[in-house]
């Protein structure tokens, strides 16, 4: 005999009783719970806080407007892609375009290994080192050649666990935060090529 009694705040509002014994079984309910977390983006470059400074020289002859080009490249991408350029003014100011990064791209970059993460802190803190570079392609042509070729600098993007994401640019110490080009027209010069590292790195926060 199997009843069922059914009480509404203890009081007993129903009983059925029914002549067919029968055992119930009770099966376990699993909640699932899913959470996605974002904090936004932050980009380096453009209009942005943080930018890529760098400036161009060009000895015995006067600079024009987007007269030469830079490249970004990313140290740990084996495929060596571009992903940000630059070019000059008649003044010599250099503007790169943006770089941006959000939640989603910080974490795939990680997986790819072509950024790395610190979470022992206060904050995630994700790493991308990069390679400053102009194109000199066909600058000998032109009887111009680069004294300055490149410089690697770091982009270190900060999450601070509470939907916030900030950037910084960390230059080579000896830069005075800033990478200044350096081309000479003609022959005349006698100079030493300068290649750029970042052994030791001042920061600039944006």
Same mark, same amino acid.
Request: charged content about 20%.
């Given at each position: 005999?199997?009843?069922?009694?059914?009480?509404?705040? !203890?009081?007993?509002?129903?009983?059925?009783?029914?002549?067919?014994?029968?055992?119930?079984?009770?099966?376990?309910?699993?909640?699932?719970?899913?959470?996605? =977390?974002?904090?936004?983006?932050?980009?380096?470059?453009?209009?942005?806080?943080?930018?890529?400074?760098?400036?161009?020289?060009?000895?015995?002859?006067? %600079?024009?407007?987007?007269?030469?080009?830079?490249?970004?490249?990313?140290?740990?991408?084996?495929?060596? !892609?571009?992903?940000?350029?630059?070019?000059?003014?008649?003044?010599?100011?250099?503007?790169?375009?943006?770089?941006? =990064?959000?939640?989603?791209?910080?974490?795939?970059?990680?997986?790819?290994?072509?950024?790395?993460?610190?979470?022992?802190?206060?904050? @995630?803190? =994700?790493?991308?080192?990069?390679?400053?570079?102009?194109?000199?392609?066909?600058?000998?042509?032109?009887?111009?050649?680069?004294?300055?070729?490149?410089? @690697?600098?770091?982009?270190?993007?900060?999450? @601070?666990?509470?939907?916030? %994401?900030?950037?910084?640019?960390?230059?080579?110490? @000896?830069? !005075? !935060?800033?990478?200044?080009?350096?081309?000479?027209?003609?022959?005349?010069?006698?100079?030493? %090529?300068?290649?750029?590292?970042?052994?030791?790195?001042?920061?600039? =926060?944006?």
């Amino acid at each position: 005999v199997l009843t069922v009694t059914t009480k509404v705040d !203890g009081e007993v509002r129903s009983s059925v009783t029914a002549g067919r014994t029968t055992t119930a079984t009770e099966s376990p309910v699993t909640l699932t719970f899913d959470n996605a =977390y974002d904090a936004g983006e932050v980009t380096v470059g453009g209009n942005a806080d943080a930018r890529i400074a760098a400036t161009k020289s060009l000895e015995n002859r006067p %600079l024009e407007n987007g007269q030469f080009t830079f490249e970004v490249r990313n140290k740990l991408d084996a495929a060596g !892609g571009v992903v940000a350029t630059g070019t000059n003014d008649a003044a010599g100011a250099v503007a790169f375009g943006e770089l941006t =990064y959000t939640t989603a791209s910080l974490n795939r970059d990680v997986a790819a290994k072509i950024a790395t993460v610190d979470t022992s802190g206060a904050a @995630d803190v =994700y790493t991308y080192q990069y390679t400053v570079s102009e194109a000199t392609d066909g600058l000998a042509d032109d009887g111009i050649t680069a004294k300055t070729q490149s410089f @690697d600098i770091v982009v270190e993007v900060t999450d @601070d666990r509470a939907g916030n %994401l900030t950037a910084r640019v960390v230059y080579p110490a @000896d830069s !005075g !935060g800033v990478l200044a080009f350096e081309n000479v027209y003609g022959t005349d010069d006698v100079f030493s %090529l300068e290649i750029a590292g970042s052994k030791e790195l001042a920061v600039e =926060y944006g």
